[in-house]
């Protein structure tokens, strides 16, 4: 976060508008303790220019870098607005459902909810989500009790709206978050069909990492005069993570992802392309890794359950497909790999997005088939630049290898060289420092084992 912080306040420096730190934002001391408990002191940029449109009452269409602020840049000043005719009464009446939320994904939305849950523990707002996958009763149940903020996926809160077991028509507030998804997983029935028993008199905030021309139709057909933020360009991707790629047969894909995960030790998300790879290639690594995998088969619990026990750092490997591209925020996520190129180039921007999060850096590491040539193509045409290549070592000759640490006493004399790189190799690799443990030489070295 410190590039964003940094850059925001550059910008305030010299323009003297956009406020320097939640403290001068107006929000109430409820909700400031919250942030601050939080860590938050100085907004992101995105959140200096949302905050405050959205508790002055404008419509929002707000393009923001992935990992940027984005979902406090609408809960911070929703909570605000709430709050100003909140009720500390337990009676369900007092507590009609005033903001709705709605996200493509179980996982995004759960996300949101635990930024909301975190943002109003002061405060008498109640919170629910409605995903599908959980309880259709207990979801009509807790709603009974009386709900001020519903986050959910569209097709539930269809199903709950058919069913008469939500009213919306107290709505003030409705928020759609990385909207373009919602549109490509073909959600825009449902969402029509909800906006239709929300009143025309309230607040629309569309948030999207990337900006497509059906957003544009959708700003014009229920946005009122909206405020346009764009902190980046779009679809431009994170400039705190490093690609590269590595261009394979198709029979070298596993053997090139063990050897990334050999010469990078930390988490990662492994990204598939398919529910039938994730299961598979999950399968696989377990044999050597702490491996879960989350895909669209698995129950929501089941999806839970593999989240959290990567964000809680008990398993090394998140083997995943598309449902974990958007939004998933695991705090310090060092590296993506991409297994498989994906199909559309607007989710490689999503993919890597889960690292070089919160102003640090990552790395995304791409694996591409001649097959996948064209969709890498895209990708690149897509971020506006080429992914670096690192040459798959697996191929090369000259250079001398050993999958074991190489013994203490060895020629180079330092355990942490696995590899030797000599003669007209050096150069490529050197360029790009992709390769780490290994030492280079002009000459080929003789390297000596020991037992
Ligand atoms: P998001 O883009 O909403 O997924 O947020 C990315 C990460 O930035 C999350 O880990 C947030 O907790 C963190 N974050 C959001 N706003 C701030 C802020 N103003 N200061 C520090 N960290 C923040």
Redesign the pocket.
């Known amino acids: ?1 410190q590039n ?2 940094k850059s925001t306040l550059e910008n305030n420096q010299s323009t003297c508008q956009l406020p320097a730190s ?1 403290s001068n934002m107006d929000l109430s001391e409820k909700l400031l303790k919250s942030v601050h408990k ?7 940029t995105i ?1 200096s220019e949302a905050i405050p449109a959205i508790i002055n009452q404008h419509d929002v269409l707000a393009s ?1 870098q ?8 609408f809960v911070v000043p929703i909570i605000q607005r709430l709050l100003k005719d909140a009720s500390d009464s337990p009676s369900p009446a007092k507590h009609p459902l005033r903001a709705l939320i709605l996200a493509p994904t179980r996982e995004l939305a759960q ?1 949101i909810y635990e ?1 909301f849950a975190k943002l109003i523990e002061y405060t008498p707002l109640r919170i629910a989500t409605l995903l599908g996958g959980e309880s259709m009763p207990n979801q009509k149940q807790l709603l009974q009790k009386g709900i001020d903020i519903v986050i959910a996926t569209p097709g539930r809160l269809y199903d709950h709206v058919n069913m008469n077991n939500i009213q919306l028509g107290k709505v003030e507030i409705l928020t759609l978050d990385e909207a373009d998804r919602m549109l490509d997983m073909g959600f825009l029935p449902e969402i029509e069909k909800i906006i239709a028993h929300i009143p025309k008199h309230r607040q629309t905030l569309l948030f999207s990492a990337t900006f497509s021309e059906y957003i544009t139709k959708l700003t014009q057909k229920y946005q009122n005069a909206p405020v346009i933020i764009k902190t980046h360009s779009a679809n431009s991707s994170n400039v705190n993570v490093k690609q590269s790629i590595y261009l394979i047969q198709e029979y070298q894909r596993l053997s090139t992802l063990k050897r990334v995960l050999h010469d990078n030790q930390g988490q990662c998300i492994v990204f598939t392309n398919s529910k039938i790879d994730c299961k598979k290639l999950q399968q696989q690594l377990d044999v050597n890794y702490e491996t879960l995998a989350i895909h669209g088969d698995m129950t929501q619990s089941q999806r839970i359950e593999s989240l959290q026990a990567f964000k809680e750092n008990k398993i090394r490997i998140l083997v995943a497909t598309d449902v974990a591209a958007r ?1 998933l ?1 695991v ?1 310090g996520l060092p590296l993506v790999v991409n297994y498989h190129i994906p199909y559309h180039a607007e989710d490689y921007i999503h993919r890597i997005g889960r690292t070089g ?2 102003g640090q850096t990552g790395l995304a590491i791409s694996i591409c088939s001649d097959k996948e040539v064209y969709n890498k193509n895209a990708i690149e045409k897509l971020i506006g630049k080429d992914i670096i290549e690192i040459k798959n070592i697996d191929n090369i000759d000259n250079i001398n290898r050993t999958d074991k640490a190489l013994p203490k006493d060895n020629l180079f004399g330092n355990k942490n060289i696995k590899y030797a790189i000599c003669g007209e190799y050096i150069n490529k690799y050197t360029k790009n420092k992709l390769i780490p443990d290994c030492a280079l030489f002009r000459i080929r070295p003789k390297i000596v084992h020991t037992k």
């Open positions: 976060m964003e912080i939640f939080l860590g938050y002191t100085t907004p992101t959140q923001a992935t990992g940027s602020g984005k979902t406090a840049a996300q930024v939004g925020d705090a999060r919160a």
